[in-house]
């Protein structure tokens, strides 16, 4: 059983937006970090956008065009992207993990949702 689960990606034309959503399909252990990961194809995956109790980070190539946000729900979260780029093609993963201090403990990753920009 995948530990998380991804939906919302699809395709769209430059400019536009798309919504991405994770949840835990349950038996995570405690976790203090989601974040959503992408990788397009001969490249290496990348970190788009962590929360850690509140705060948030982003790659310098998504800032103020994405928004991750934490869902009512355990262990989900949400990435709004706007103003898509042909680049911001990939497959998005979730994850979810422990991280104590700057040191990860344990993680786990969604299967991944595939994200195209058209121009």
Same mark, same amino acid.
């Given at each position: 059983?995948?530990?998380? =689960?991804? /939906?919302?990606?699809?395709?769209?034309? %430059?400019? &536009?937006?798309?919504?991405? %959503?994770?949840?835990? %399909?349950?038996?995570?252990?405690?976790?203090? $970090? *989601?974040?959503?990961?992408?990788?397009?194809?001969?490249?290496?995956?990348?970190?788009? #956008?962590?929360?850690?109790?509140?705060?948030?980070?982003? #790659?310098?190539?998504?800032?103020?065009?994405? $928004?991750? /946000?934490?869902?009512?729900?355990?262990?989900? =979260?949400?990435?709004? *992207?706007?103003?898509?780029?042909?680049?911001?093609?990939?497959?998005?993963?979730?994850?979810?993990?422990?991280? /104590? &201090?700057? %040191?990860?403990?344990?993680?786990?990753? &969604?299967?991944? $949702?595939? =994200?195209?920009?058209? /121009?």
């Amino acid at each position: 059983q995948v530990p998380l =689960v991804e /939906s919302g990606g699809g395709s769209v034309q %430059s400019g &536009g937006s798309l919504r991405l %959503s994770c949840a835990d %399909s349950g038996g995570l252990f405690t976790i203090n $970090t *989601m974040a959503w990961y992408r990788q397009a194809p001969g490249k290496r995956r990348e970190l788009v #956008a962590s929360i850690t109790n509140g705060r948030t980070n982003y #790659a310098d190539s998504v800032k103020g065009r994405f $928004t991750i /946000s934490t869902g009512n729900a355990r262990n989900t =979260v949400h990435l709004q *992207m706007d103003f898509l780029k042909p680049e911001d093609s990939a497959i998005y993963y979730c994850q979810a993990a422990y991280y /104590s &201090g700057e %040191s990860l403990q344990y993680d786990y990753w &969604g299967q991944g $949702t595939q =994200v195209t920009v058209s /121009s």
